[in-house]
C-alpha cells in the first residue's frame, strides 16, 4: 500500500499540471462569451465572397443560404448578377421565389441585394438615367418580397464633380421615392469613381435628403480615378484617407461591408486597421449587419470568410 501511494499522487499531479497548462492557453470564459458570443453587430455573408464557387466553379447559387448557415452566418446579402443565368433560364420571379424558399429553409434573414449592371443613376442624360432608375425597380420589389431591408447601388455616370452631383441627386431620388412606398432603403457604397470620394458622396446624399438614401461603407473600394477613366482596372488614384472616408459614411450608414484581403500570423489584416476601423464603427452607434467581404487571393473564399469573420468578433466589443 505505501509503495503505491506515491505512484497515484504523481499521476494525480501529472494530470492538474496538464489541465491547468491546457486552461491557461484557452481564453477565459468571460472573454470567449464577450467576443464571441454577445458582439454590438450582427454577422451577415457577402455573396461576393464566394464568386469564383459560383461563377469559376459552378457551384448552384441558390445554395448560398445553406453555406452561410453552415459557416455560422445569421444573414446574407445577395449580389444580382450572380443569378443572371438562373434569372434568364427560370425567370425573374421564380429566382426570388426560390432564394427566399432557401433562406426560409435555413433560418437565414436575407439583409440586401447588392444591384449592378442596371445602368447608371449618374448618367448625364436624364433619359438614360431614368432608364437606370426602372431597371432598378424590379431590385426594390424582389427585396421587399425576400423581407431585404436595402438595396445597394452604384452611381457611375461620370466623373465630371459638378454633372455628377446633378445626376446622382436626380437618380437617386427618384429611386429613393419608389422605394419608400415599399419600406427599402436605397445604399450608396463607396464603390468606385466619385461614390469614393467620400466628401462628394455625402454632399450629394444630404442633398437628396430622404430618410432612406443611406450608405454602405466599405472597408475597401476607395480608387477614385482608374486609367483610361475605366469603371475597374488599373488605379491611378486613391481617395487619401479610408479610416476618415468611412467615419464620414458612418452617420448615414444602414449597412456595412467589412471588406479583407490577407492576413498576417496573427490574423490582423495586412492592410486595414481593423480595430481602429470597428471601434469607428461602433462609435456611430451603428448595430446592424456587418457583411463579410472577402476579395483575396491567398486563401481559398472559405478560408478568407473564417478569417474575417473571426477577425470582427475579436474586435466586438
Same mark, same amino acid.
Given at each position: ?18 489541465? =491547468? ?13 464577450? $467576443? ?9 455573408? =457577402? ?24 459557416? +455560422? ?9 450572380? #443569378?443572371?443565368?438562373?434569372?434568364? /433560364?427560370? +425567370? ?10 432557401? @433562406?426560409?429553409?435555413? @433560418? ?17 442624360? &436624364? ?14 420589389? !424582389? ?11 452604384? $452611381?457611375?455616370?461620370?466623373?465630371? !464633380? ?16 419608389? !422605394? ?22 455625402? !454632399? ?28 475597374? +482596372? ?22 456595412? @461591408? ?9 490574423? &490582423?489584416?495586412? /492592410?486595414?486597421?481593423? @480595430? ?10 451603428? $448595430? ?5 467581404? #472577402? ?8 478560408? +478568407? ?13
Amino acid at each position: 500500500m505505501n509503495s503505491t501511494m506515491p505512484k497515484k499522487i504523481a499521476f494525480y499531479v501529472i494530470i492538474f499540471l496538464f489541465s =491547468a497548462i491546457s486552461c491557461k492557453n484557452k481564453p477565459a470564459q468571460n472573454e470567449e462569451i464577450t $467576443t464571441a458570443k454577445n458582439p454590438f453587430f450582427k454577422l451577415s455573408l =457577402a455573396q461576393w465572397s464566394l464568386h469564383k464557387t459560383f461563377n469559376d466553379e459552378g457551384e448552384d447559387p441558390f445554395k448560398f443560404a445553406k453555406m452561410a448557415k453552415q459557416m +455560422g452566418f445569421e444573414g446574407v446579402e445577395y449580389v444580382n448578377h450572380i #443569378y443572371a443565368n438562373q434569372i434568364e /433560364t427560370l +425567370g425573374f420571379d421564380a429566382v426570388i421565389d426560390s432564394l427566399k424558399v432557401e @433562406s426560409e429553409k435555413h @433560418s437565414i434573414k436575407n439583409v440586401l441585394i447588392m444591384v449592378d449592371g442596371e445602368g447608371d443613376l449618374a448618367d448625364p442624360d &436624364e433619359a438614360v438615367r431614368n432608364k437606370a432608375v426602372e431597371n432598378h425597380k424590379k431590385w426594390i420589389d !424582389a427585396a421587399k418580397k425576400l423581407g431585404c431591408h436595402a438595396i445597394r447601388v452604384n $452611381t457611375f455616370g461620370t466623373n465630371d !464633380a459638378d454633372i455628377w452631383k446633378t445626376s446622382v441627386v436626380d437618380g437617386l431620388k427618384k429611386l429613393s421615392a419608389y !422605394a419608400a412606398t415599399k419600406n427599402i432603403n436605397v445604399l450608396c457604397e463607396n464603390h468606385g469613381w466619385l461614390s469614393s470620394d467620400v466628401e462628394k458622396l455625402m !454632399a450629394a446624399i444630404k442633398e437628396v435628403n430622404m430618410p432612406n438614401c443611406g450608405t454602405l461603407p466599405d472597408f475597401g473600394n476607395w480608387c477614385i480615378k482608374r486609367k483610361d477613366g475605366a469603371k475597374w +482596372g488599373e488605379c491611378e488614384e486613391e481617395y487619401p484617407d479610408k479610416y476618415k472616408g468611412i467615419a464620414l459614411m458612418m452617420p448615414a450608414a444602414k449597412a456595412v @461591408s467589412a471588406k479583407a484581403y490577407d492576413f498576417d500570423e496573427n490574423g &490582423e489584416e495586412t /492592410t486595414l486597421d481593423f @480595430s481602429r476601423i470597428m471601434k469607428t464603427v461602433k462609435n456611430a452607434g451603428y $448595430t446592424g449587419y456587418i457583411g463579410v467581404e #472577402y476579395e483575396g487571393k491567398r486563401l481559398s473564399e472559405k478560408e +478568407g470568410i473564417i478569417a474575417i469573420k473571426e477577425l470582427l468578433l475579436k474586435n466586438a466589443e
